[in-house]
């Protein structure tokens, strides 16, 4: 395996300033899962690099795969990375990435939930970007991004096979190259959220620190009866299930994920939807200061109280979770 590292001198984009991103991107030798992994492109803006680092893992002897993947996940624990961003990731690099894994019973898959796949959102505000087809080209010259490299990604695959025969370093560049330019151009991608109505807030999801790890509330529902919260991490953990009808919740973790649901009580006429605290906590609602019943509140009058719901979601997560 080769390491090729280029600390860069941009300005963190206001929209990633809040958590920890690595643009990802990675060329193959063929798209089948039985292909390998050629390079594993990778530019972080995280506090531990503001500016931008760009690591480029290149397999150039065709031996060293399960190196590359070693020391992705080196660098994704030292950077503390919350959000991959990618783009037509969800499709293709994660899928074929985490395929090889498994090859390598390697047990740690790169999660998916955590990928912020720009593909998608142009795709699903085609309309308002003017683009006919959702090529990363066709975007960029959109958006009137400039890049070095003329090559396609099935010229890079006949390039990468190329080199590995003759170990030319002028093939190996231009491989590099059209990696490079596919990572630092999605950060000027990232101004298709000034062309469309969905902002990129919406794409991240409540986070905290549970025992240890970042955990991540990516989806939450309710009705008049239960409340139900969707977690997910980076870091894969025991499987552990629960079912316990005294408390009121069922609890179920098992790799990167977690799911919890809480009784519920309702009551129609006050409009009011909270927490079941004798059946969750064991606590009488009605031995509560007013403060302390206003945590419990769920939604009132249609409107979901948020904030509530991830303070209980985190709490009780918190109880639950193995360490």
Not at 51 to 56: A, D, S
Not at 185 to 202: A, K, Q, T, V
Request: proline letters at 3%.
């Amino acid at each position: 395996m080769k390491i090729f590292e280029y600390p860069l001198h941009i300005e963190t984009p206001a929209l990633l300033a809040q958590d920890n991103y690595v643009f990802i991107d990675i060329e193959t030798d063929g798209l089948s899962h039985k292909n390998k992994i050629a390079i594993i492109g990778l530019l972080f803006v995280t506090r531990k690099s503001p500016n931008g680092l760009l690591i480029q893992l290149f397999n150039d002897d065709y031996h060293s795969e399960r190196a590359c993947f070693e020391h992705l996940f080196e660098l994704i624990d030292a950077h503390e990375v919350d959000y991959f961003i990618s783009f037509n990731g969800d499709s293709f690099d994660f899928p074929f990435m985490n395929a090889r894994i498994a090859h390598y019973r390697m047990a740690r898959p790169l999660n998916k939930k955590l990928n912020i796949d720009l593909m998608k959102v142009c795709r699903k505000n085609k309309r308002h970007l003017g683009v006919d087809q959702m090529r990363l080209k066709d975007v960029e010259v959109f958006l009137g991004i400039h890049r070095d490299d003329t090559i396609s990604g099935k010229d890079s695959v006949m390039l990468y096979q190329a080199y590995l025969e003759t170990k030319d370093p002028k093939l190996c560049e231009i491989i590099m190259l059209h990696n490079y330019d596919d990572l630092v151009n999605m950060i000027p991608l990232l101004g298709i959220f000034d062309h469309i109505p969905e902002s990129f807030d919406s794409l991240t999801f409540e986070s905290r620190n549970v025992k240890g790890h970042k955990w991540f509330l990516y989806a939450h529902k309710h009705d008049l009866n239960h409340l139900e919260l969707h977690f997910t991490s980076h870091v894969n953990h025991s499987r552990f299930e629960q079912f316990n009808e005294s408390i009121g919740c069922t609890f179920h973790q098992n790799a990167n994920d977690a799911t919890l649901k809480l009784l519920l009580k309702s009551y129609p006429e006050l409009q009011t939807t909270l927490i079941d605290t004798l059946a969750v906590l064991g606590v009488n609602f009605e031995s509560l200061g007013n403060e302390s019943k206003q945590r419990y509140v769920i939604a009132h009058m249609g409107t979901s109280y948020l904030n509530n719901i991830y303070n209980i979601a985190f709490s009780m997560l918190d109880r639950l979770l193995t360490d």
